[in-house]
């Protein structure tokens, strides 16, 4: 788990504070410029708290393996498949939409194959058991953009097929994917739309920026549920959610820290299929957890870490 240690933060802010204001002082602000600077001290000093008392309910499904779950900015300088301003992009906003990656009709294609080879049945870590995912998940425009994020060694360890139904009341309430990760926080999620993913469907919301608030509390049945959530709901309410639609074929990728909702499918006859993909740098060293369910498998560079425990590409033609 992270450092708690508030009341130390506090002592720190308040002789920061009182460095600052005598320097106000003392390079001849007077009168309401003083209490100007004053005000937004007391407004930036107050916001680091909230935070803060924010950081102290973080929270993992793995609290006993200490993983560091605040966000590490991307530094790329000299990214391939984004621009800069996509990387600051990223970094501020905790993702990047809308990415090109199959036609329609490709996306169409894909859909119906999931259906043949089972479906749901077939949907946890797909990309380890059917070479058409594998084949997704190590694309020459996913990997592009990838090494732009996550550098040159990385690893696919998750992945899931995702088609929520037509009436679906299926949701997913705000959450962190970090948090069902046994890894430091730090890997991306893709997600492609196999079919057009519409408000009416239920797409996607994001909570843009929320991946700088670190690890959240998670909605752990053991915890206090009713804490959890209101501190979830606060966040969402704070920074406030957005919409995330997407055309069939085309793909998000966003931040395992950025808080997200999967609202139900309420349209009469749309499925919403969707293939996601977790990616990490294989420089990050899992645990061995027996709930987290990674089952990674190289996709370029090497296991630098030497600590995944790395499963062949799968060869089954389904
Ligand atoms: O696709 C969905 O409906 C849910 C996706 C999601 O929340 C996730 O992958 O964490």
Redesign the pocket.
């Known amino acids: 788990m992270l450092p708690v240690g508030g009341r130390r933060s506090t002592g720190l802010q308040a002789g920061v504070s009182f460095f600052a204001l005598s320097a106000f002082e003392y390079v001849g602000l007077k009168g309401s410029a003083v209490l100007a600077c004053k005000l937004a001290l007391v407004a930036t000093i107050r916001f680091g708290n909230m935070l803060h008392s924010f950081a102290t309910l973080m929270n993992t499904r793995y609290p006993e393996l200490g993983l560091d779950l605040s966000y590490h900015p991307v530094r790329c300088d000299s990214p391939n498949a984004f621009t800069l301003e996509q990387i600051a992009q990223f970094n501020a906003e905790g993702y990047l939409t809308n990415l090109d990656l199959f036609s329609e009709d490709e996306a169409a294609a894909l859909s119906r194959r999931f259906d043949q080879c089972g479906g749901e049945g077939a949907k946890l870590n797909p990309h380890t058991r059917i070479d058409w995912v594998w084949e997704i998940a190590e694309n020459e425009r996913v990997l592009a953009c990838l090494q732009d994020l996550l550098g040159e060694n990385i690893v696919c360890f998750i992945s899931?097929f995702?088609d929520?139904k037509p009436g679906s009341k299926t949701s997913?309430e705000g959450?962190q994917?970090s948090s069902y990760f046994a890894v430091d926080a730090g890997s991306v999620?893709l997600?492609i739309a196999l079919g057009e993913a519409d408000e009416e469907n239920?797409c996607?919301w994001f909570v843009p920026g929320s991946h700088l608030l670190g690890g959240l509390p998670v909605r752990n049945p053991a915890g206090d549920l009713n804490v959890v959530e209101s501190e979830l709901e606060a966040a969402v309410n704070r920074l406030g959610k957005i919409p995330i639609p997407l055309k069939a074929g085309r793909m998000v990728i966003f931040s395992d820290l950025l808080l997200?909702i999967?609202p139900p499918n309420k349209s009469a006859n749309r499925n919403?299929p969707?293939l996601?993909l977790t990616y990490a740098s294989a420089q990050k060293r899992p645990h061995d957890h027996p709930k987290a369910r990674h089952e990674p498998v190289l996709c370029c560079g090497g296991d630098v870490s030497g600590h995944w425990k790395l499963l062949p590409p799968p060869t089954a033609v389904l």
Do not use: C, E, M, Y
């Open positions: 899931q995702i929520k997913v959450h994917d999620n997600w239920g996607l997200h999967s919403r969707a996601t």
